[in-house]
């Protein structure tokens, strides 16, 4: 039927996934991790003057935060690379770079100057894994790295 518009319904083919996730944390590839997210924002507001529209735009400060849940035996893996005796809240700033796998092309994003502020641990009848949740400061993303 010529001059009909044609509906794809797979307009991506295969969409990118958690198996096509890897980050890299002190150096090493994290395979023990459950679940990973980063954002960041620029605060803007609107700036008012005479009249009822807006005459400028005022803007705030950057945020970057970024969230990670470790299984126990990834978080003893990286206390295994730190000096004996020294907590994982001590380890210095680092970046984590995370790639992504999309039809053959890796995209690289870099959180930079990372440093887990506190770890937590909890596990209930049932569970067949421990969750090492973090919380986890960091000073900048740098999205789609080359």
């Excluded at 803007?59 to 970057?64: F, R």
């Excluded at 001590?90 to 796998?101: G, N, S």
Aim: charge should be negative; proline fraction near 3%.
């Amino acid at each position: 039927m010529a001059g009909q518009a044609t509906n794809l319904i797979n307009a991506f083919g295969k969409m990118a996934g958690w198996n096509s996730v890897t980050m890299n944390l002190f150096g090493r590839d994290v395979e023990g991790i459950s679940e990973l997210a980063y954002d960041d924002n620029v605060n803007k507001e609107n700036i008012y003057g005479a009249g009822k529209m807006p005459i400028g735009v005022g803007e705030g400060n950057y945020e970057a935060v970024f969230t990670l849940k470790l299984y126990k035996e990834e978080v003893i893996a990286i206390l295994d690379s730190l000096p004996p005796g020294k907590r994982i809240q001590d380890a210095e700033p680092t970046d984590v770079t995370v790639l992504y796998e999309y039809k053959g092309r890796i995209y690289k994003d870099i959180i930079r100057n990372v440093q887990i502020t506190r770890m937590g641990s909890g596990v209930s009848q049932g569970d067949t894994t421990v969750d090492q949740t973090t919380e986890v400061m960091c000073s900048h993303i740098d999205w789609n790295v080359q």
